[in-house]
């Protein structure tokens, strides 16, 4: 099953406007109309399917046979504009509305997935987050990394390592960095 956002996950997802925990919210970020629930159930430790209904149920996500319908207004997505000063004297000048494209947070990734990467990637993040606010814990992160030989090993410590980064640097920059670890992944099989 494909994964495709409404128009109240763009919002929940925008900066502010956090209503959702880290899971649900990397599962929106994963829904980009390409990923399906099985692509990305690795990462959720089994449970996309349960994460997804979830979602569909409180309509951030529908499925791809149905066009996404708005479901609330995305008050961030539109900014308002004055017709130009050209224009004749009368009534006030009506407000205009331009549609601004969201920014993405990060970049597409068009390289090699493996576990390897997906290792030098966890290791540059605890080198940046963790050697100076908390070397204890950047020792005990670098020591789940060395040890992860497998998939799920992987993942369990990069999930130590993103509820960490979230409590430092807040859930914005989690959720930027569980994007870029199932970019990296390879795909489970």
Do not use: W
């Amino acid at each position: 099953m494909q994964l495709l956002k409404t128009d109240k996950a763009r919002t929940e997802l925008q900066i502010g406007n956090r209503t959702l925990g880290q899971r649900e919210r990397a599962l929106l970020i994963l829904a980009d109309g390409r990923n399906t629930v099985e692509t990305v159930n690795h990462l959720f430790g089994g449970e996309a399917l349960r994460l997804a209904t979830h979602l569909m149920h409180s309509g951030y996500l529908v499925p791809p046979q149905e066009p996404a319908v708005r479901t609330e207004p995305a008050k961030l997505a539109r900014k308002p504009t004055r017709v130009p000063e050209t224009a004749p004297a009368g009534p006030p000048a009506p407000l205009m509305t331009e549609v601004v494209t969201p920014a993405v947070s990060a970049d597409n990734f068009e390289g090699k997935r493996s576990l390897a990467t997906t290792r030098m990637f966890l290791f540059d993040i605890c080198e940046r987050m963790f050697v100076r606010r908390d070397p204890e814990r950047a020792e005990a992160f670098r020591e789940a990394l060395r040890n992860a030989k497998d998939r799920e090993s992987m993942l369990a410590a990069a999930r130590d390592m993103i509820s960490a980064v979230e409590d430092i640097a807040g859930h914005e920059r989690a959720d930027s960095i569980s994007e870029r670890i199932a970019m990296l992944l390879p795909p489970e099989g």
